[in-house]
């Protein structure tokens, strides 16, 4: 604020309504019973016979009454007067409201408050006298709203009697004190004051007395408002918006050389004359700040690499990977989803994205890893003091110290260098933003203030728009894939598909839609862009471009996971009810294998069910859902409350057997009601193709290392198994493929190991030690199978866990069913009647046969048994027969 205005306001008196004789009076209608606030009586129902205006009766005049008080005073305070006139405008006549602006009461204090508009802080006049709210157009362009003026009927009338024309109006949304509204803001021209009128007055539920109370006369203080302004956070916190590097205290990162790993230096690289001031200026400030050190010799070193920027200046990054990243050991810190950071948002309607300045540099290495980070450069060598840029270990060693910088602040979220703090109302927001920026200051951690944004309620990160409740895709990201030209080649199609992958879950039945295209990725297949695929890639185009919005997960409301499945592929929708409606949460779809393309529709039908609840599953897991599905037989197979048929097929009875562990309730949907379910390097933005690559890779890198850190141990890692894989002949002919892109899809390469879908292709050298890993806890066949099949994969390898569990005593100890024991034929008897054998045969024709044959001269003795034999007529037949020959 300036400090004229603040004088100005201190110099005001406020309106002495106890010396006017109207302290108890309703300043409308003039009754004691009641305040202004509470008046049931229309502001154009009465009027003043002693001013002649609208809004209050002669008893509370404040004109009249000031004169009589102060006589021979020009006095002045806000009335205004609506008169509704006829005013020719062109040929015919508009209908016309004209407001009178008039200046009364000069020593009556104003009624300020702060409120947002659109998001943007505002100081505006309350004037419960005015039914509409004014905007100045030059504090108009100030908030810069970029809203385009809507014509607008309604004038003003000054003082003077001139009216006031405005340049239009806007529709904005206004919040104050935790409430808001949407309502029309007019804009008149530069030089009048900003009103705020009864129709916001209203909405935002602002109580004038308690302006009043908080603006005490001659106090010089100005009206306390709830409403931060980002400049008031940016004084509290100094420091941290100071764009330059500070230091993490108590860390120091250490990097980690392979066993027997040995020095490497690459000379500079010659760089323009053009550039080098600019690049000596910037090692200049490096050295200036304890970031980087001149050494006169290294066994390290790596060359600088020099980006010139659009404002004239230069990044410096190094390049690490001509021989330092692959002498590293790598560094394992989980990163969080993406899609988990945005679930992390729901409820929440206010929001603050902060951008750390120069992120990696904010963390000090220790001697030897500052030592590995030499550069080299046109004027020397340096090294490097922190964390720097390129160093494959630094997003995760980052990634960590940010989570624990922040951890334990509510509605804090980070990504990387890219934090945001929301709240659902604007206190809340700016309290949790308070407590994000006191900790980063307590970790001499600092922000870039021109990339950070302060109490939006529409805000772009991590690729999406994020509004209360509502995530949208990114129109940037949206229009870089619609520019797109077709693809010519088999690695088009598979930039076109990677890109709208990030997107997938906004699009529903992405696998069926994608399929003609998927197909000229095929093995041996020749690229031909067929009329299918042209229709295929506009389809998804406008599919991608559509306004379909998706809300964050909520918990507390209740889950609808709706599925459906066509002969390409299967899809579901997980929603939750709001409002009468389904909203959608996400989406999801894959192909069918060609084996599943060969199932029935029940099926198939029965498979999308399952891929739902399998993709879904930490939405769905302990706690109870609707599953819709447009298959009524389904409804009664997989129904929890109805045994399954007796003809049910082997299939479903194993889907049925594992959605047994769920808590569902089936519920059918008509097919027609059930709609929810049913690149850019040569194109001219390419900087946002960089963006959207790297978003995909650091979520694709995330799958991928989780897979990785399930089976480290000792003796595999991914050090050795991508060292392994390129020694494996097997292997490597399978690599050489999908280079060439003559590979099917269903293996994937990524930073040099094999993967088929989600499972690691384990090298032949390594096979023994995995299943050791496998077989260390003993769980048997079944068990060992399954969690195989979750993370490793190679030729034979069940048939080599049933080997290897059958051969293991202690799994044949522990397991439920004892071995069936192999055949072992009698040894053959000496002499005669040495051994014999009996059983009864029968009943036949009525009788039961006690056979008694004698195992070396296969003599039989028959004895007939008319009735059930019981153990006393076995005796008696037995004594029979061992009377005649002898006991064996």
């Known amino acids: 604020r300036s400090p004229g205005a603040k004088n100005r306001f201190q110099t005001r008196n406020r309106i002495d309504y106890k010396a006017l004789g109207i302290q108890d009076l309703c300043t409308r209608c003039a009754k004691n019973s009641h305040k202004v606030a509470e008046c049931r009586v229309d502001y154009d129902a009465v009027h003043c016979s002693s001013c002649n205006r609208k809004g209050h009766v002669s008893r509370v005049c404040i004109v009249t009454l000031s004169q009589k008080l102060k006589p021979g005073r020009s006095d002045s305070a806000n009335l205004v007067t609506h008169v509704e006139v006829d005013r020719p405008y062109g040929i015919s006549r508009l209908h016309t409201e004209v407001v009178d602006l008039f200046e009364v009461v000069p020593d009556a204090d104003k009624y300020i408050v702060t409120v947002l508009i659109n998001g943007k802080s505002q100081c505006m006049e309350v004037d419960s006298g005015a039914r509409f709210s004014l905007l100045s157009e030059d504090d108009f362009n100030k908030l810069d709203l970029k809203l385009p003026l809507q014509p607008s009927n309604t004038f003003f009338r000054s003082y003077s009697g001139n009216v006031i024309q405005p340049k239009g109006k806007v529709t904005v949304t206004v919040a104050y004190r935790g409430k808001e509204t949407c309502s029309d803001?007019?804009?008149?021209?530069?030089?009048?004051?900003?009103?705020?009128?009864?129709?916001?007055?209203?909405?935002?539920?602002?109580?004038?007395?308690?302006?009043?109370?908080?603006?005490?006369?001659?106090?010089?203080?100005?009206?306390?408002?709830?409403?931060?302004?980002?400049?008031?956070?940016?004084?509290?916190f100094p420091n941290v918006f100071s764009e330059e590097i500070g230091c993490v205290p108590n860390v120091e990162v250490k990097l980690q050389l392979r066993q027997g790993a040995k020095p490497i230096f690459t000379r500079e690289r010659h760089l323009p004359y053009a550039l080098r001031a600019r690049v000596e200026k910037e090692l200049d400030s490096l050295e200036t700040a304890g970031i980087i050190s001149p050494?006169?010799?290294?066994?390290?070193?790596?060359?600088?690499?020099?980006?010139?920027?659009?404002?004239?200046g230069v990044r410096l990054c190094v390049d690490y990977k001509c021989g330092v990243n692959e002498r590293l050991v790598s560094a394992s810190f989980p990163i969080r989803r993406i899609e988990d950071v945005l679930h992390s948002l729901r409820g929440s309607k206010y929001f603050c994205k902060i951008d750390l300045f120069k992120a990696y540099m904010h963390l000090k290495v220790c001697p030897e890893s500052a030592q590995i980070q030499t550069i080299s450069t046109h004027r020397?060598?340096?090294?490097?003091?922190?964390?720097?840029?390129?160093?494959?270990?630094?997003?995760?060693?980052?990634?960590?110290?940010?989570?624990?910088?922040?951890?334990?602040?509510?509605?804090?979220?980070?990504?990387?260098?890219?934090i945001i703090c929301h709240g659902a109302t604007l206190d809340e927001c700016a309290h949790n933003l308070r407590a994000c920026l006191k900790r980063l200051a307590e970790n001499d951690l600092h922000v870039n203030r021109s990339k950070c944004s302060f109490f939006e309620q529409k805000i772009e990160y991590l690729g999406h728009v994020i509004e209360h409740n509502q995530i949208r895709k990114s129109p940037d990201k949206v229009r870089a894939v619609n520019e797109m030209p077709r693809p010519t080649d088999a690695d088009g199609v598979r930039r076109f598909l990677g890109l709208l992958t990030y997107y997938s879950r906004f699009i529903p039945h992405f696998s069926s839609l994608s399929y003609p295209l998927r197909r000229l990725l095929r093995n041996n297949q020749r690229f031909t862009w067929s009329t299918e695929c042209?229709?295929?890639?506009?389809?998804?185009?406008?599919?991608?471009?559509?306004?379909?919005?998706?809300?964050?997960?909520?918990?507390?409301?209740?889950?609808?996971?709706?599925?459906?499945?066509?002969?390409?592929?299967?899809?579901?929708?997980?929603?939750?009810?709001?409002?009468?409606?389904?909203?959608?949460?996400?989406?999801?779809?894959?192909?069918?294998?060609?084996?599943?393309?060969?199932?029935?529709?029940?099926?198939?039908?029965?498979?999308?069910?399952?891929?739902?609840?399998?993709?879904?599953?930490?939405?769905?897991?302990?706690r109870p859902f609707t599953l819709v599905t447009d298959n009524e037989p389904l409804t009664r197979i997989f129904q929890h409350n109805k045994s399954l048929p007796q003809m049910t097929s082997a299939r479903l009875l194993r889907y049925a057997s594992f959605l047994s562990g769920f808590d569902y309730k089936v519920r059918f949907k008509a097919g027609k009601e059930n709609g929810n379910v049913d690149c850019l390097s040569r194109a001219p933005v390419h900087q946002i193709f960089s963006t959207m690559d790297v978003l995909i890779g650091e979520e694709v890198n995330q799958i991928f290392a989780e897979q990785i850190f399930h089976i480290s141990s000792h003796e595999v890692t991914f050090e050795t198994i991508r060292e392994e894989t390129n020694k494996d002949p097997e292997l490597r002919s399978i690599i050489e493929s999908l280079k060439n892109g003559c590979m099917d899809s269903e293996y994937t390469l990524h930073e040099g190991t094999l993967f088929r879908q989600d499972r690691i292709v384990i090298p032949a050298s390594l096979r023994s030690h995995v299943l050791a890993e496998l077989h260390e806890t003993h769980l048997g066949i079944m068990k060992m199978k399954q969690l195989a099949r979750k993370y490793v994969y190679w030729p034979s390898i069940d048939s080599q866990i049933e080997r290897l569990v059958k051969g293991c005593e202690q799994c044949a100890l522990t397991r439920s069913d004892p071995p069936k024991a192999p055949n072992h034929p009698w040894d053959e008897p000496s002499e005669n009647w040495e051994r014999v054998h009996i059983d009864y045969a029968g009943p036949f024709q009525g009788h039961h046969f006690l056979v008694c044959v004698d195992a070396k001269s296969k003599w039989a003795e028959i004895e007939p048994v008319r009735d059930a034999p019981t153990t006393a007529s076995t005796i008696s037949l037995l004594n029979k027969i061992f009377a005649t020959h002898g006991f064996p």
């Open 295 to 312: 050494v006169t010799t290294s066994d390290w070193g790596s060359p600088l690499v020099v980006i010139p920027k659009a404002d004239g």
């Open 185 to 236: 803001l007019f804009i008149v021209p530069a030089g009048h004051t900003a009103l705020l009128g009864r129709e916001w007055i209203r909405d935002l539920e602002i109580e004038l007395k308690e302006i009043d109370t908080v603006f005490q006369a001659g106090s010089g203080s100005f009206p306390i408002n709830s409403v931060i302004t980002p400049e008031e956070i940016i004084a509290e």
């Open 534 to 622: 042209e229709s295929a890639f506009l389809r998804l185009k406008d599919e991608l471009c559509g306004d379909r919005v998706l809300i964050p997960f909520d918990p507390a409301l209740p889950v609808i996971l709706t599925c459906d499945a066509s002969p390409d592929g299967v899809a579901a929708v997980l929603s939750h009810p709001v409002d009468g409606a389904e909203r959608p949460v996400a989406y999801a779809s894959r192909s069918l294998t060609p084996s599943e393309t060969n199932y029935s529709q029940l099926d198939r039908e029965a498979l999308a069910i399952v891929f739902g609840v399998n993709h879904f599953f930490n939405y769905v897991c302990g």
């Open 380 to 418: 020397g060598m340096y090294r490097m003091n922190r964390l720097s840029f390129g160093i494959k270990t630094a997003p995760a060693e980052f990634n960590r110290i940010v989570s624990q910088v922040l951890q334990g602040l509510p509605k804090s979220e980070s990504y990387f260098d890219d």
